[in-house]
């Protein structure tokens, strides 16, 4: 029994192979593009459990492709596969809205973990889920059944990412949350102790949700983490 139908859009030939042997060794059904406009038509016209996408590739780059991807589909998780220490590649795929990335060169069993994580915990919520209301801080309130978020009744547009860390600290206000903490429930995955990504996100939050209000929610506990209270 397939464990998972995973389609992988690489353009180094070599690498892909390598990937797609060591997974359907694993028993996941696999699915090979290299090139953005082949990986975009091959997700489109059939359906996969994860895509795990190269940010560099020919005709459309990966960021693209994910754009794309996100205009109709916010549900299967994307691991975008990126050079190392390719910071601005990474925020902008999270904004785009992937749900995890791994650096090159990595360890296969590193990727089979981030994928057990998102094919266990897909990107989307369940209907039950969906049934949550709001969650509150103060005046600032979220949506979750629309995604909406507002402070003050001022509409706050967030990215993907952000939205992801604004919920899971507002689900967890009034307790100091470490960077481990923040980077394995809002990225999915322990990223080792990259802590680069948190700051960033955090400084982002704080530009949309407290910079133009009188009261600073986002508070920051120093050498542990961040903590979400009025």
Same mark, same amino acid.
Do not use: C
């Given at each position: 029994?397939?464990?998972?139908?995973?389609?992988?859009?690489?353009?180094?030939?070599?690498?892909?192979?390598?990937?797609?042997?060591?997974?359907?060794?694993?028993?996941?059904?696999?699915?090979?593009?290299?090139?953005?406009?082949?990986?975009?038509?091959?997700?489109?016209?059939?359906?996969?459990?994860?895509l795990l996408l190269d940010v560099m590739l020919p005709e459309l780059s990966g960021l693209e492709v994910l754009r794309r991807i996100r205009a109709n589909d916010d549900q299967t998780p994307v691991i975008?596969?990126?050079?190392?220490?390719? =910071?601005?590649?990474? *925020?902008? !795929?999270? /904004?785009?809205?992937?749900?995890?990335? &791994?650096?090159?060169?990595?360890?296969?069993?590193?990727?089979?973990?981030?994928?057990?994580?998102?094919?266990?915990?897909?990107?989307?919520?369940?209907?039950?889920?969906?049934?949550?209301?709001?969650?509150?801080?103060?005046?600032?309130?979220?949506?979750?059944?629309?995604?909406?978020?507002?402070?003050?009744?001022?509409?706050?547009?967030?990215?993907?990412?952000?939205?992801?860390?604004?919920?899971?600290?507002?689900?967890?206000?009034?307790?100091?949350?470490?960077?481990?903490? =923040?980077?394995?429930? *809002?990225? !999915?995955? /322990?990223?080792?102790?990259?802590?680069? &990504?948190?700051?960033?996100?955090?400084?982002?939050?704080?530009?949309?949700?407290?910079?133009?209000?009188?009261?600073?929610?986002?508070?920051?506990v120093r050498g542990v983490g961040y903590m979400l209270k009025e």
């Amino acid at each position: 029994m397939s464990k998972g139908r995973i389609l992988i859009v690489e353009d180094e030939r070599k690498i892909a192979r390598l990937i797609q042997l060591e997974l359907e060794h694993e028993g996941y059904e696999t699915g090979m593009a290299y090139t953005g406009t082949e990986g975009l038509a091959e997700f489109q016209e059939h359906d996969w459990d994860l895509l795990l996408l190269d940010v560099m590739l020919p005709e459309l780059s990966g960021l693209e492709v994910l754009r794309r991807i996100r205009a109709n589909d916010d549900q299967t998780p994307v691991i975008l596969l990126t050079a190392r220490d390719a =910071l601005p590649d990474k *925020v902008s !795929g999270l /904004d785009l809205g992937a749900n995890d990335y &791994i650096t090159k060169p990595f360890q296969i069993e590193e990727l089979f973990a981030r994928i057990r994580v998102w094919l266990r915990h897909p990107a989307s919520t369940s209907p039950a889920e969906q049934e949550t209301a709001t969650l509150q801080l103060g005046n600032l309130v979220v949506n979750e059944k629309t995604r909406e978020v507002t402070r003050e009744n001022e509409a706050i547009e967030l990215t993907p990412k952000e939205y992801d860390l604004l919920v899971y600290m507002l689900q967890n206000k009034n307790q100091v949350l470490s960077f481990e903490q =923040l980077l394995t429930n *809002v990225w !999915g995955f /322990d990223y080792y102790g990259d802590t680069n &990504i948190v700051y960033v996100y955090i400084r982002y939050l704080r530009k949309k949700i407290d910079a133009s209000f009188s009261t600073p929610y986002i508070q920051t506990v120093r050498g542990v983490g961040y903590m979400l209270k009025e």
